[in-house]
T-cell receptor
Framework: AQTVTQSQPEMSVQEAETVTLSCTYD???????LFWYKQPPSRQMILVIR??????QNATENRFSVNFQKAAKSFSLKISDSQLGDAAMYFC????????????FGKGTKLTVNP | EPEVTQTPSHQVTQMGQEVILRCVPI?????FYWYRQILGQKVEFLVSFYNNEISEKSEIFDDQFSVERPDGSNFTLKIRSTKLEDSAMYFC?????????????FGPGTRLTVT
């Protein structure tokens, strides 16, 4: 079974600075997808960024980028130029490419952005 | 932008009672999911549903749980006889396709408290 681990329960960053959230996972599959979801307070989870394991290039979405290290089974999220609206719970998630549709989540990292 | 909605936002019930949690998925989506998050723990997959059938379920989703799409818009999760350990946040999600290329869109959740 796949597992996802987020070792940082909480992180904080100064506005305009850069922060990196860590995620490691365990799987025996060779092709899969990894995701970062953001959950603002009292709001739904929204997808921030997605990475397919077969793609060597790290995904980027505006100020959000990932560092995907397949051999190390590591998938960190970098937020550049942090904004107050980035404050949220961030979940790392895994999904098989074929077969199961379920997302396997980590416990989440609560990000605080200080003005 | 279309959103997944869930009602109620908070449900309090007594142990042994039946509860129905309601979700309205995004209108052109065909694949539906329930996840739950017990306080302080990971978000866990419960069930996926397509074409009026369960396509996948976790070991958590035992005979006490059932899902239904009673009409063209609602998707419900029923817990037949609630237990204290059913207290959790329940998230509904929907997607256009079962492919991981297509995002699972989450609702804001229903907090279920069993007393």
């Amino acid at each position: 079974a796949q597992t996802v681990t987020q070792s940082q329960p909480e992180m904080s960053v100064q506005e305009a600075e850069t922060v990196t959230l860590s995620c490691t996972y365990d799987t025996s599959e060779s092709d899969y997808y990894l995701f970062w979801y953001k959950q603002p307070p009292s709001r739904q989870m929204i997808l921030v960024i997605r990475q397919e394991a077969y793609k060597q290039q790290n995904a980027t979405e505006n100020r959000f980028s990932v560092n995907f290290q397949k051999a190390a089974k590591s998938f960190s999220l970098k937020i550049s130029d942090s904004q107050l609206g980035d404050a949220a719970m961030y979940f790392c998630a895994y999904r098989s490419k074929g077969g199961s549709e379920k997302l396997v989540f980590g416990k989440g990292t609560k990000l605080t952005v200080n003005p | 932008e279309p959103e997944v909605t869930q009602t109620p936002s908070h449900q309090v019930t007594q142990m042994g009672q039946e509860v129905i949690l309601r979700c309205v998925p995004i209108s052109n989506h065909l694949y539906f999911y329930w996840y739950r998050q017990i306080l302080g723990q990971k978000v866990e997959f419960l069930v996926s549903f397509y074409n009026n059938e369960i396509s996948e379920k976790s070991e958590i989703f035992d005979d006490q749980f059932s899902v239904e799409r009673p009409d063209g818009s609602n998707f419900t999760l029923k817990i037949r006889s609630t237990k204290l350990e059913d207290s959790a946040m329940y998230f509904c999600a929907s997607s256009e396709s079962r492919s991981p290329v297509y995002e699972q869109y989450f609702g804001p959740g229903t907090r279920l408290t069993v007393t």
